[in-house]
């Protein structure tokens, strides 16, 4: 049996991305949004780019239009940004 491993998840910059997008972090709690919201997170969780991401972030401004390419979550973010209604613009 693998030992259990004892590292901390790294911190997600998901909600400051949505943020900078435009889109309301906290609209997962809408049904309907609630598994784009936790594929992010996960995606965000996992993502090897963290500290690109960081340094992204801090040289761009609000808003943004778009995630950056190297981010797994581009997708889904493009998709709550254009195609959802209660996005805020």
């Known amino acids: 049996m693998p030992a259990a491993s004892t ?3 790294q911190p997600t910059r998901v909600a400051e991305m949505m943020e900078r997008l435009g889109l309301d972090p906290g609209a997962g709690a809408i ?3 609630g598994l784009a919201h936790l594929t992010a997170l996960q995606r965000c969780r996992a993502c090897p780019f ?4 960081g340094t992204w972030l801090e040289c761009h401004g609000s808003p943004l239009s778009f995630a950056p390419t190297f981010c797994p979550n581009a997708d889904i973010l493009f998709e709550l940004k254009f195609n959802d209604p209660g996005a805020l613009r």
Do not use: K, V
Not at 50 to 53: D, F, M, R, V, Y
């Open 7 to 9: 590292t901390q998840p």
């Open 31 to 33: 049904a309907r949004l």
């Open 50 to 53: 963290n500290t690109a991401c």
